[in-house]
T-cell receptor
């Protein structure tokens, strides 16, 4: 099993640009989670999906953030326009029951 | 709502010392409890879990026992190594989430082990 796959692993962009982060969950898992981790705020749940349907997006910081899950094997998190305060490590995780499996993360730097 | 509280870090120990990281929780019902570990530059990895009261989860020399009477799930290891240096997260499964796998995480405790 390849585990949860995230791309890109590192992203450096300039303020105002659109950023798209990608995630491929573990095959057979029916829930997918997007987290953000910073030194100041720790680990924050942004949004999660169950059977490709968004269940709770209350953690999404603002309208600049959006997430989609068009099928069971792919999800995106988009930031448009990006701002320096969005700099963080973004993790995707998937689960089949109560155990989540995390991807390696995408380190985003917005200049 | 459900919540998890961990002891403040960082915890600094010498190699071969005994480790305890405290974790207490507040929850309705009987959640599953977890410890995740995050090594530098990596994502979180499941370290151990327990699904019901009095269960003991164990892995790589780490142990934690689900204590319903004290609502605790403290992480212990008898002899730490430098390679155990990492951030440790306690978590519980949110009840009533329809088995979606949503977890409530504590704030994380940084462990530094010195040779």
């Amino acid at each position: 099993d390849a585990g949860v796959i995230q791309s890109p692993r590192h992203e450096v962009t300039e303020m105002g640009q659109e950023v798209t982060l990608r995630c491929k969950p573990i095959s057979g898992h029916n829930s997918l989670f997007w987290y953000r981790q910073t030194m100041m705020r720790g680990l924050e749940l942004l949004i999660y999906f169950n059977n490709n349907v968004p269940i709770d997006d209350s953690g999404m910081p603002e309208d600049r953030f959006s997430a989609k899950m068009p099928n069971a094997s792919f999800s995106t998190l988009k930031i448009q326009p990006s701002e320096p305060r969005d700099s963080a490590v973004y993790f995707c995780a998937s689960s089949a029951l109560d155990t989540q499996y995390f991807g390696p993360g995408t380190r985003l730097t917005v200049l | 709502g459900d919540s998890v509280t961990q002891m403040e870090g960082p915890v600094t120990l010498s190699e071969e010392a005994f480790l305890t990281i405290n974790c207490t929780y507040t929850a309705t019902g009987y959640p599953s409890l977890f410890w995740y570990v995050q090594y530098p530059g990596e994502g979180l990895q499941l370290l151990l879990k327990a699904t019901k009261a009095d269960d003991k989860g164990s892995n790589k020399g780490f142990e934690a026992t689900y204590r319903k009477e004290t609502t605790s799930f403290h992480l212990e290891k008898g002899s730490v190594q430098v390679s155990d240096s990492a951030v440790y997260f306690c978590a519980l499964s949110e009840m009533g989430s329809g088995n979606t796998g949503k977890l409530i995480f504590g704030q994380g405790t940084t462990l530094q082990v010195k040779p």
